[in-house]
């Protein structure tokens, strides 16, 4: 049951430059998606979110787009810190149910 | 800021005994949920509960399985016989509104032996 998949387990980004983080989803019932973040020995931290009626939100370095033709959301993180370093969950919801669910994750290392 | 709270973080038990793993959800918060993560592999669903009552499970909770809130703060998940594949990360989260952004606790770190 992979309806939210991200196929890049991991991402190297210079310091300063930007990162992108990439979720696909195959149900097109999804009404709502997250972002998360995860350091180890953590729980998730929510980062950031987006309705299924926009196509963009912006939260001071995050920025997450949402194109629901291609059922595809990105994570865009500008500049990106050490401090970012960490595993990258993306979210869906869909007001029917009371669960989230997760991507398997993207560990994203931001290189001083 | 409020964030939800879980104990103990690490427990190791032996195959078939119960475990308790206890959260403390953010105060004014109504739903509550379980989750869990096998090492490796992505964060599952286990359970809702509002109301005092499961509003929805997954497949993985079975009969083994059962949550309470014993009092107006704490909320517990409770594995009956543990099993070697119940060796896991076990996340608590808390809602405000069914609809609202679940806020994750830090995780129980569940060894079964």
């Known amino acids: 049951d992979q309806q939210v998949k991200q196929n890049s387990p991991s991402l190297s980004v210079q310091e300063g430059r930007i990162s992108i983080l990439n979720c696909d989803y195959t149900n097109s019932m999804f009404d709502y998606f997250l972002w998360y973040k995860k350091y180890p020995a953590e729980g998730p931290t929510f980062l950031i979110s987006?309705?299924?009626?926009?196509d963009k939100n912006e939260d001071g370095r995050f920025t997450v787009f949402l194109n629901k033709s291609a059922k595809h959301l990105s994570l865009h993180i500008v500049p990106s810190q050490p401090g970012d370093s960490a595993v990258y969950f993306c979210a869906a919801f869909f007001s029917g149910t009371y669960k989230y669910i997760f991507g398997t994750g993207t560990r994203l290392k931001v290189l001083a | 800021e409020p964030e939800v709270t879980q104990t103990p973080s690490h427990q190791v038990t032996q195959m078939g005994q119960e475990v308790i793993l206890r959260c403390v959800p953010i105060s004014n918060h109504l739903y509550f949920y379980w989750y869990r993560q096998i090492l490796g592999q992505k964060v599952e669903f286990l359970v809702s509960f509002y109301n005092n009552e499961i509003s929805e499970k997954s497949e993985i909770f079975d009969d083994q399985f059962s949550v309470e809130r014993p009092d107006g703060s704490n909320f517990t998940l409770k594995i009956r016989s543990t099993k070697l594949e119940d060796s896991a990360m076990y996340f608590c989260?808390?809602?405000?509104?069914?609809?609202?952004?679940?806020?994750f606790g830090p995780g129980t770190r569940l060894t079964v032996l």
């Open positions: 987006i309705s299924s009626i926009k």
């Open positions: 989260a808390s809602s405000g509104l069914r609809t609202d952004t679940q806020y």
